[in-house]
C-alpha cells in the first residue's frame, strides 16, 4: 500500500516529554475511491518521525484527545486525554476506584463516554454499533485479570480459540499456535488443561491467547495481580518482547509498582535466536510513560526518571 497524498497537519500541541508535536493524517489508497488513514506525530526538534496507532478522547471539537465518564452523579473519569505511540507504552496507576480498568473499557467499546470523541487506530469508536465494534476489536488483544482461560480447553485451544471461532483454516491455526506458544517459551505445554499450569505460565498463556490474532495494540489489566515477584517478572518480560521485538503498542494498568518499573526501564534485545531482557537506555525509558489517576482526572505524567524524583506529596506516598 503505497502513499497516496499528505493532508494538512491536524492539530499542534505541547507536551513536556516530546517538545512541540505536529500530528499529521496521510491517506492510503490500495483500491479505486478506497482511503485508509494513518496517524503521524513528528518531533519537531529532531525531526523524529513515529506512526501513531492510537488516539483517545478529543473533547467539545477542541482539537487535542479528552474526554469523561460518570455513572449517576459519581464522576469515574474528567477530562482525560492521552495519546499512544505505536511500538510504545503508558502504564496507568492510581488507587483501587481510580478509573484505571475504566480506560480500558472505553477503549475496547464496552462503555461510551458521557464527552469527548475515542479513536482507535485511527478509527472513532464511540459512535459505532456492536458489529463496527467487533471488527475494531479484532486489532486489540486484551489480558484480563486472572488470565481468563477457558478452563475446559487445552492450551493450544485456548490460544487458537478466536481464530478458530472466526473460520480461519485449522491448519494456520496450528501454525499460528505454535508461534506465539514457542515465542513466549511455552511451546511443550500446548496440550496441557490449564489447571497443570503455574499461575506465572496461565498468564503467559493469556498472553499468547492475546496475540494470536496479531492485534497492533495489547492491554493488560492487571496481568502480573496475584504472582510472585519471580514469576511476574516472566509475565513482565513477555510485554517488553512484544513491544521491542514486534512493535505491538502497549497499555498497563496495574498496582504493581515493581512491575511497573521493570516493563518502564527494560528492553528486549535480539542476538541470533537468543533473546535477552536487559536494562534500556534512557532514550529507550523514554518510550514507556506513567499515567497516575486520581479522582477521576491524571494527577502526573511523565517518565519513570520523573515519577521516582517527584516531590508531590501524594505520588511519595504511593509509591512509598
Not at 518521525?49 to 473519569?77: H, N, Q, T, Y
Not at 486520581?294 to 506529596?313: C, M, N, W, Y
Request: hydrophobic residues 40%.
Amino acid at each position: 500500500m503505497c502513499p497516496m497524498s499528505e493532508i494538512e497537519p491536524l492539530f499542534f500541541f505541547t507536551s513536556p516529554q516530546l517538545d512541540l508535536i505536529e500530528v499529521r493524517r496521510l491517506g492510503y489508497s490500495n483500491a479505486p475511491k478506497e482511503e485508509i488513514y494513518k496517524w503521524l506525530v513528528v518531533r519537531k526538534s529532531s525531526g523524529k518521525i513515529w506512526e501513531l496507532d492510537f488516539i483517545s478522547m478529543d473533547a467539545s471539537r477542541r482539537e487535542f484527545v479528552e474526554g469523561s465518564l460518570a455513572f449517576d452523579d459519581k464522576v469515574v473519569l474528567r477530562e482525560i486525554s492521552f495519546t499512544l505511540i505505536k511500538g510504545h507504552t503508558k502504564i496507568f496507576l492510581g488507587a483501587s476506584g481510580s478509573g484505571k480498568s475504566t480506560i480500558l473499557k472505553l477503549m475496547l467499546g464496552f462503555l461510551k463516554p458521557d464527552a469527548g470523541i475515542i479513536w482507535v487506530n485511527g478509527e472513532r469508536i464511540d459512535d459505532k454499533g456492536e458489529a463496527d465494534l467487533m471488527r475494531v476489536r479484532t486489532d486489540l488483544g486484551m489480558v484480563f485479570q486472572e488470565g481468563a482461560l477457558f478452563d475446559s480447553l487445552t492450551v493450544a485451544e485456548n490460544v487458537g480459540y478466536k481464530l478458530l471461532e472466526d473460520g480461519v483454516p485449522e491448519d494456520q491455526v496450528r501454525d499460528r499456535v505454535g508461534e506465539v506458544l514457542g515465542f513466549i517459551g511455552l511451546g511443550e505445554v500446548a496440550e496441557r488443561m490449564p489447571a497443570e499450569l503455574s499461575g506465572g505460565q496461565r498468564r503467559r498463556v493469556a498472553i499468547a491467547r492475546a496475540m494470536a490474532y496479531k492485534p497492533r495494540i495489547l492491554l493488560y489489566d492487571e496481568a502480573t495481580t496475584g504472582l510472585d515477584p519471580v514469576t511476574a517478572d516472566t509475565v513482565d518480560n513477555e510485554i517488553i518482547k512484544l513491544r521491542d521485538l514486534e512493535e505491538i503498542s502497549s497499555i498497563v494498568v496495574t498496582h504493581q509498582l515493581r512491575d511497573a518499573f521493570r516493563v518502564a526501564t527494560h528492553e528486549a534485545v535480539r542476538t541470533g535466536k537468543e533473546i535477552r531482557v536487559v536494562s534500556a537506555g534512557p532514550e529507550k525509558a523514554e518510550e514507556a510513560e506513567f499515567i497516575m489517576l486520581k479522582d477521576g482526572v491524571i494527577h502526573f505524567e511523565g517518565h519513570a526518571t520523573e515519577l521516582r524524583q517527584s516531590r508531590d506529596p501524594y505520588l511519595r506516598s504511593f509509591l512509598s
